[in-house]
C-alpha cells in the first residue's frame, strides 16, 4: 500500500518538480531554516518568546525522531528495499519516523498556533513542503512521514510547556528573558474587535 503510494508520487516527475522538492528536502537539511528563523525571532524582545519555543521544539522532536524513534524501529529507507535512484547524496540512519518532518512540523506548528497572521501559513506550507519531499524523492515512506508531523506537533506542544516553565522559574541573572511572555491571542484576520 504505502510503496503504492510512493510509486504514484513518482508520476509526477518533471525537471521542475526535481529542483523543486529537492530545494525543500535541502531547506530541511539539519533544521538549519528554521534554526535561523528562530534566531531572528529572538533578536527582538516581543517575538523572543516565539523564537526560543520554535528552537526548544525543533531541538526535541529532532532528539526524539533521531535519537529515540529510528534506533527503536529501524526500518529500511524505501529506496534501498525498492532499488530506485535518488537525486539526492544517500541520508543517514534509518527510515521511522522522518526526522526533517518532525522537526518541520515542531516549529511551523509552534508559530502557527501563537499567531493568526499570514506568515504563519507559509512556515506551513514549507513545512508540507519538506514533508511531502521525503515522499518524493523515495528517502521516506507516508507512514514516516504522518509519525514525524505527529511527533513535530505533540514536540511543539511539549516545548510551549517547557518554555512556559522557563520563563516561571528562570534564574535573575538571565535577564533576557525578563518581560518575555506568551504572545496574546491575535484577534483572527477578518474579524472585528469586541469593545
Request: glycine share 8%; hydrophobic share 50%; net charge positive.
Amino acid at each position: 500500500m504505502e510503496a503504492n503510494i510512493l510509486f504514484a508520487i513518482q508520476s509526477l516527475r518533471s525537471p521542475f518538480c526535481d529542483l523543486l522538492f529537492r530545494g525543500f528536502t535541502y531547506l530541511g537539511d539539519g533544521g538549519i531554516f528554521w534554526i535561523v528563523v528562530s534566531v531572528i525571532f529572538l533578536t527582538k524582545k516581543e517575538t523572543r518568546y516565539v523564537g526560543l519555543t520554535m528552537l526548544i521544539a525543533a531541538a526535541i522532536s529532532g532528539a526524539v525522531a533521531q535519537l529515540l524513534c529510528k534506533p527503536l524501529f529501524n526500518r529500511t529507507r524505501p529506496y534501498i528495499v525498492y532499488k530506485q535512484p535518488i537525486l539526492i547524496p544517500p541520508p543517514r540512519g534509518t527510515s521511522f519516523p522522518s526526522g526533517h518532518t518532525a522537526v518541520a512540523f515542531a516549529v511551523a506548528w509552534t508559530y502557527f498556533v501563537l499567531y493568526r497572521n499570514r506568515k504563519r501559513w507559509v512556515f506551513l506550507a514549507v513545512a508540507a513542503g519538506i514533508a511531502f519531499s521525503r515522499m518524493y524523492l523515495f528517502v521516506h515512506y507516508p507512514s514516516d512521514v504522518a509519525v514525524g508531523i505527529g511527533v513535530g506537533i505533540a514536540m511543539s506542544y511539549a516545548a510551549r510547556g517547557l518554555m512556559d516553565r522557563l520563563l516561571a522559574h528562570h534564574p535573575a541573572s538571565w535577564t533576557w528573558l525578563d518581560g518575555v511572555a506568551r504572545p496574546a491571542p491575535a484577534i483572527p484576520e477578518g474579524a472585528v474587535a469586541k469593545d
